[in-house]
């Protein structure tokens, strides 16, 4: 018996270095969304996707560290395997080639048109009215299939960070800013003059969020686990709280069977609906 608890002990760091060698630091990266992924004044990283990725990885027993870069940089960033998680990414074909998404989103926007009070553009629904409008669209930021397929035909001047395409606005160098409620809304919520922006109804898009790592095979069993990790979150209601907590939106497929009340008047009140348009439009 003392042989036996002699190999036993004998074997415990072996078992520990096993366990810590599967152990890896990973680095998430993004652009700073309100709600989602935020670096506060203290330097303590908030959001939605803060609290996932902590628990995601504890879970998997790694440890997280993360960093705020233009979008377009933190999305090459991914690509290159130079930062192992990117945070946020709404999906598209192109990026399918470019990322390995985990599989369910984690929050829901709605892209939408960001105005001057009066201005009243040609906004009904169709890109074919609006081709001629002066619009500011983020670099690197997908809003949907159609407004992809009409890009070539529509006025816009990409602009690196969502503040220059609001200043841009706001001193009428363009009419229309595409972009999404969440990030706007809190944004000129900052500004002296923030009563002169308008969202336009109806929506661009509305899209799903999401975590991603690299393509390659270096990064398949990390996404694997992680997504395995984040469905159970899911099913488990636990995440549904979580987005209630943060006040974001849940999509329908991550927000298990609607169980939690909270998570459910979170969304409503994040997700109300565009008012009609008028019949007979201006």
């Known amino acids: 018996m003392s042989a036996l608890k002699h190999l036993l002990f004998a074997c415990l760091p072996i078992l520990g270095a096993a366990q810590s060698a599967t ?52 999305q090459a960033m991914v690509q290159r395997a130079q930062a192992d998680i990117l945070i946020g990414p709404y999906k598209s074909p ?80 363009v009419d229309l800013l595409a972009t999404n409620e969440r990030n706007n809304a809190a944004l000129i919520g900052t500004l002296r003059d923030s009563g002169r922006l308008a969202a336009l109804c109806p929506a661009i898009a509305q899209l799903d969020g999401y975590l991603a790592f690299p393509r390659g095979a270096g990064f398949a069993a990390a996404r694997d686990q992680y997504s395995a990790l984040f469905t159970e979150m899911v099913r488990s209601g636990e995440f549904a709280r979580l987005a209630a907590r943060h006040g974001v939106l849940a999509p329908a497929g991550a927000a298990a069977d609607g169980r939690s009340r909270e998570a459910g008047a979170s969304a ?11 019949s007979n439009p201006p």
Request: hydrophobic share 40%.
């Open 94 to 173: 192109e990026r399918d080639k470019q990322y390995a998404f985990v599989e369910l989103p984690f929050y829901r926007d709605r892209m939408v048109f960001y105005t001057r009070n009066g201005a009243n553009p040609p906004w009904r629904g169709e890109f074919g009215p609006i081709a001629a409008t002066r619009i500011a669209a983020v670099r690197g930021w997908h809003y949907g299939a159609r407004f992809d397929q009409a890009r070539p035909r529509l006025n816009i001047s990409e602009v690196n960070q969502l503040e220059h395409g609001v200043q841009m606005l706001m001193h009428g160098r």
């Open 268 to 278: 409503a009140a994040y997700n109300k609906p565009c008012p009609a348009a008028p």
């Open 23 to 74: 152990a890896a630091e990973r680095l998430a990266v993004g652009a700073r969304f309100d709600r989602i992924f935020e670096q506060g004044a203290d330097g303590q990283w908030r959001g939605l996707g803060v609290d996932v990725l902590r628990t995601l990885a504890a879970r998997a027993g790694d440890t997280v560290r993360f960093g705020i870069y233009p979008w377009a940089r933190a």
